[in-house]
């Protein structure tokens, strides 16, 4: 049997604007996360006696260096994430309209990982 199909008004699959507003919001994102993780480098910077005001390491140097460490690797593979699923947008067919669209939601999720990351930093 063959499963009738929906009107056009009343698929949801996310539209090419809806994908380009997306897209830059992503970016935006991205580049605040820039801005994050060199936040975290000042207070690595900080942690391990690197600054010029403290020349000694504290305790915290190896904690923070780490965080330091995997908010920038966060912050080098959101592209490669955010182009995956975006990619997934094509791939998965139109019937499938919640998955598309949730895929389309979680694009900018992606680069907030760094920004998350730069805040568990700076709380520990």
């Known amino acids: 049997m063959i ?4 009107p056009a008004s009343r698929t949801t699959s996310p539209s090419g604007t809806a ?3 997306t897209s830059v919001l992503a ?6 996360g820039f801005i994050a993780w060199m936040a975290v480098s000042i207070l690595g910077d900080k942690a391990c006696g690197l600054d010029a005001l403290t020349s000694y390491p ?6 923070v260096s780490t965080w330091g460490t995997v908010t920038l690797s966060t912050w080098l593979l959101a ?3 955010c182009a995956v699923l975006l990619a997934l947008l094509s791939a ?3 019937r ?10 979680a694009v ?3 680069p907030m990982l760094v920004i998350l990351e730069a805040m568990l930093a700076y709380a520990l």
């Open 3 to 6: 499963a009738p199909s929906l």
């Open 19 to 21: 994908v380009a507003l």
């Open 27 to 32: 970016v935006v994102i991205w580049l605040a």
């Open 58 to 63: 504290t305790e915290d140097c190896d904690t």
């Open 79 to 81: 592209p490669i994430g």
């Open 92 to 94: 998965v067919p139109e």
């Open 96 to 105: 499938y309209a919640g998955a598309r669209q949730a895929a389309l939601y």
């Open 108 to 110: 900018p999720l992606v």
